[in-house]
């Protein structure tokens, strides 16, 4: 859904075309390709396939590359899931509820529900022994009733307390046994995403809406760059992505009871998520505008809004609608936290494991716990969602075409050793590899360029020396490091180019602020004005001094420039960092009209 609405700015025809050619022989094919070669050899992961058949060291490579993989895709997802349920917006400073905090706060209510019905679900499907018909309905009165259950009793909470949620929930699907949580609850919401599918479908067909987004717009586009290979990184799910295969050789694999479905499960799976892809492209098209400009909202929201709008037509209630959608939505987050949660911590155990586990030492069988290494790899990804992985997401359409390519690549391998044909497989392994590499030599060379040197990152304690020996030309630091840390003896110009700027935030306890009274809050509010005109004035009586003496002791002479020429260096970084992270784009307006209030005051 994402990556085909956001890579519609090369137009509507590339993004249609690499979906159905990408879908079917390079997504399908390697989804395919990981769920026989697992269920060929008794659902081993993908990582015991690499050992098997290319090497212990290419096994612990391609683990770790796994692991490290799977915690963006934990932080990504768990906190756009408790985004999606947050019943809260902070206005003017004030906590307050939301517009849409009784459709949001359903659909979280649906979820929890879809939990506890999908272990109902479970356990009467291995204790009842439900097949066929008894099967669908007893998993559709479940689906219907969390549905039901869910919109009548809203649960009403803000973000923090969904990310708990969220957590503690893909740890248990992540330990449990997959017949009493993720296969059964993985079973209802299939009929939420048929309805969805089906609904988009059918409302497509009936209002025949128009297509406003542009075919083509060129091979350059201003704010996402060349089309190759950025058209084939943005739209991964829909084409082709490496995360599915671990799915396929990590989960699907083991769940599996007859050869003959993994046709269906393997290809067929990957065709749907073609269409899907292709029916977010037609719902953006329609709810762009005559003249072609996209419509505003992040791609979920674009799409939530038009298949609701579709099944509003339908003469279905409008509540009902946003809520159904907005929980298709989730879910479908939801799904693939649950699967990557469980992918990651059986990466970790795979990658400390060895093969003979009941003499192992200690520490290892501690890290091949399946609890241990759950509470560790789920850590890691909260720990990201805390302190922000948006400056690390960019790469995951990168990393996610490139885990493609490593599983083709070891298809073919599986295919050779086996005596298969393998001949098929070399296209899109080669045009992977191509993809991915360009994506990731781009970037790097676009960061390095745009400063106009070559980094050398360093801890603090060591730019001394560097300097000192000429390992380093400068570095980047305040007045303070001259005096402080002794820089001004081995650096002796100080250039006012500004371009980082790290400001100092007063954080306040949001429970605390929604805790005072009118009065007591501006009483608070006043204060925290006072401490930073305070906080600036002590800053700029330390800079004075630091600079008299760096002057004056040291010889270090201060050099303000062009601030302009920088400026104009980095904003194409700047757009490239709002379009990728476009939540940000208020707080980088506030922070240019403070900086331009600020320029003009020093002109007066």
């Not at 359903?106 to 879809?114: D, E, P, Q, R, T």
């Not at 050793?417 to 045009?431: A, D, M, Q």
């Not at 429970?511 to 809050?521: A, D, G, T």
């Not at 004075?544 to 970084?573: H, R």
Request: hydrophobic content about 50%; proline content about 3%; some cysteine.
């Amino acid at each position: 859904v994402t990556g085909a609405i956001q890579a519609a700015a090369f137009g509507w025809l590339p993004v249609l075309l690499w979906v159905i050619i990408g879908g079917i022989f390079f997504g399908a094919v390697t989804d395919f390709g990981a769920l026989y070669a697992s269920v060929k050899n008794e659902g081993k992961s993908m990582g015991l396939l690499i050992e098997k058949y290319i090497g212990k060291t290419g096994r612990k490579l391609f683990l770790l590359f796994c692991w490290l993989f799977t915690l963006i895709v934990i932080a990504a997802f768990a906190d756009m899931v408790a985004g999606t349920f947050n019943a809260y917006t902070v206005k003017d400073g004030v906590t307050e509820l939301s517009a849409a905090a009784q459709t949001n706060g359903a659909a979280g209510s649906i979820s929890l529900l879809f939990i506890v019905f999908a272990m109902v679900f479970g356990v009467m499907q291995k204790h009842l022994h439900l097949t066929g018909w008894k099967e669908t309905v007893a998993g559709l009165a479940c689906t219907v009733a969390a549905l039901a259950i869910g919109m009548a009793f809203p649960l009403v909470a803000g973000k923090d307390t969904w990310s708990y949620l969220t957590f503690a929930y893909i740890f248990m699907a992540a330990v449990m046994p997959m017949w009493l949580l993720m296969q059964p609850r993985d079973y209802m919401t299939t009929f939420m995403f048929a309805g969805m599918i089906i609904g988009a479908v059918v409302g497509l067909l009936v209002a025949h809406p128009t297509m406003n987004l542009p075919v083509y717009t060129g091979f350059k586009n201003a704010k996402m760059g060349d089309m190759f290979p950025i058209l084939f990184v943005t739209v991964a799910c829909g084409a082709v992505s490496g995360f599915h295969s671990l799915v396929s050789s990590g989960t699907s694999s083991k769940t599996v009871s007859n050869e003959k479905d993994m046709l269906k499960v393997g290809y067929g799976a990957m065709v749907l998520e073609s269409l899907l892809a292709v029916l977010a492209l037609c719902v953006a098209g329609a709810a762009a505008a005559a003249d072609g400009t996209a419509a505003t909202g992040t791609p979920f929201q674009i799409f939530s809004a038009g298949v609701a709008g579709f099944l509003e037509m339908f003469g279905i209630p409008v509540y009902v609608a946003q809520c159904f959608m907005t929980m298709c939505v989730s879910a479908l987050a939801l799904t693939s936290l649950d699967s990557v949660a469980r992918i990651g911590r059986m990466s970790f155990q795979e990658l400390f494991s060895v093969d003979d586990m009941e003499h192992a030492e200690g520490w290892r069988k501690l890290f091949c716990n399946k609890y241990f290494s759950t509470v560790i790899t789920l850590a890691c990804g909260f720990i990201l969602t805390k302190i922000g992985y948006s400056n690390i997401w960019p790469l995951f359409g990168s990393a996610n075409q490139l885990l493609s390519a490593l599983v083709l690549i070891t298809l073919c391998v599986f295919l050779k050793v086996t005596g298969r044909e393998n001949k098929t497989l070399f296209p899109p392994l080669i045009i992977m590899l191509c993809v991915t590499f360009t994506a990731l030599v781009e970037r790097t060379i676009a960061l390095v360029n745009a400063f106009g040197a070559a980094a050398a990152p360093m801890s603090f304690g060591e730019v001394y020396t560097a300097i000192q020996q000429g390992v380093i030309d400068g570095a980047e630091n305040n007045e303070l490091a001259l005096t402080n840390n002794k820089h001004g003896e081995v650096a002796k110009y100080y250039a006012y180019n500004k371009h980082q700027m790290v400001p100092d935030m007063l954080v306040a306890n949001l429970k605390f602020l929604n805790s005072l009274s009118p009065e007591e809050y501006q009483v608070f509010k006043e204060a925290a004005q006072k401490s930073t005109e305070v906080e600036l004035e002590e800053w700029d009586k330390s800079i004075d001094e630091a600079k008299k003496i760096a002057t004056d002791d040291m010889g270090v002479e201060f050099i303000d420039v062009d601030v302009n020429a920088f400026k104009q260096k980095v904003l194409p970084l700047h757009e490239k960092m709002l379009n990728e992270n476009p939540k940000i784009r208020d707080l980088y307006e506030h922070i240019q009209e403070a900086n331009e209030a600020a320029a003009g005051k020093e002109g007066k």
